[in-house]
């Protein structure tokens, strides 16, 4: 597609797209719902469909990889957990005080629990790095597809619409 070819309103309504994912910090699963509302009324401008099925995919992706990261999170701190005896921590009403000797696994869950903060940390910052390249160039009347994105939403082709 040429950008002299795409309509300003075309590239402004692929802009918002890209952008209006930025609501899940207001609304809890803003991030599909407005995106998917803009792209599905107008789904027949090949621009906006173009821009609309990536925005929604690269969410959907993201979210797989939230869900990886907390289930790996979850998983090793339980197993962890079942190694770390009762009489771990001594509780008073001030503080906690770990037991000599057990500082080997309290260390491992620390290191475990900052490595996954660590990778939560960079999608965060990953994914505000590509939907704003994406935004910018929707708004520039460019193609984008984003980087490590699973294609759900596949392309409609001619083969896949329909006998009528």
């Known amino acids: 597609?040429?950008?002299?070819?795409i309509k300003?309103?075309?590239?402004?309504?692929?802009?918002?797209?890209?952008?209006?994912?930025?609501?899940?910090?207001?609304?809890?699963?803003?991030?599909?719902?407005?995106?998917?509302?803009?792209?599905?009324?107008?789904?027949?401008?090949?621009f906006v469909n173009h821009h609309g099925r990536n925005a929604v995919n690269f969410q959907l992706s993201l979210l797989l990889y939230y869900l990886i990261i907390a289930c790996l999170l979850i998983a090793t701190t339980i197993i962890l957990g079942a190694?770390?005896?009762n009489e771990f921590f001594e509780y008073d009403q001030?503080?906690?005080?770990?037991?000599?000797?057990?500082?080997?696994?309290?260390?491992?869950?620390?290191?475990?629990f900052f490595t996954g903060a660590i990778?939560?940390?960079?999608?965060?910052?990953?994914?505000?790095?590509a939907v704003i390249s994406a935004a910018k160039n929707a708004s520039e009347g460019k193609e984008f597809k984003f980087p490590l994105c699973i294609n759900?939403?596949?392309e409609e082709t001619a083969e896949n619409e329909p006998i009528q």
Not at 19 to 46: H, M, Q, R, T
Request: aromatic share 16%.
């Open 119 to 129: 990778f939560l940390l960079g999608l965060i910052v990953f994914e505000l790095y």
């Open 1 to 5: 597609m040429e950008s002299s070819a």
């Open 83 to 85: 190694r770390i005896p």
């Open 8 to 46: 300003q309103q075309d590239q402004t309504l692929a802009t918002i797209i890209h952008l209006s994912v930025f609501s899940k910090l207001f609304i809890p699963a803003g991030n599909f719902i407005f995106p998917v509302i803009i792209w599905l009324v107008s789904k027949e401008k090949e």
């Open 94 to 112: 001030y503080s906690i005080k770990i037991y000599p000797g057990d500082e080997d696994n309290f260390l491992q869950f620390l290191v475990i």
């Open 152 to 154: 759900f939403i596949k």
